[in-house]
Every structure is written in C-alpha cells, then in structure tokens.
C-alpha cells in the first residue's frame, strides 16, 4: 500500500471496526504467505493454501480500497 494509504488507514481505524479487522486480517495474510515464500518447497496443501491467502488477502485489499476511496478527496 502506498504511504498515504497507510497515513489515511491509519486515521480512519479508531472510527471503522470493519477496516481495523480487514487491516489485522491483512497483516496477518501478509505475515503467513511471507512464511511460505520462505520455504524452499511447498508440499500440494501448503501450495493450495497459500494461493487461498492471496486471494483472501486481495478480497480483502479491496474491501479496504472501498471504504477509504471516499475519504482520499478529503
């Protein structure tokens, strides 16, 4: 995310339960697929869970993107 995406989120959280939980929730994706990145191999279920991270995690940056693109004007 950009800098002043993270400036704006992080100025929105106290007021927006929903983006504080997709903002820990996406943390949490990031820190997990970072894991996996790591490894050398993955075995077929690491692969299949991995790629159901990035799409959680992306279904997730949208949801994010949606409730902070009316506040990016202000």
């Known amino acids: 995310m950009e800098t002043r995406d993270e400036h704006l989120i992080n100025r929105l959280m106290p007021d927006h339960p929903e983006l504080r939980k997709l903002m820990d929730d996406h943390r949490e994706f990031e820190k ?3 894991e996996f ?3 050398p191999f993955l075995t077929p279920l690491e692969d299949q869970e991995k790629k159901v ?3 959680a995690k992306l ?3 949208d949801k994010i993107e949606m409730i902070i693109a009316p ?3 202000q």
Do not use: C, F, M, V
Request: net charge positive; aromatic share 0%.
């Open 32 to 34: 997990k697929l970072r």
């Open 37 to 39: 990145n790591e490894r």
């Open 53 to 55: 991270l990035q799409k």
């Open 59 to 61: 279904a997730g940056k």
């Open 71 to 73: 506040h990016r004007t």
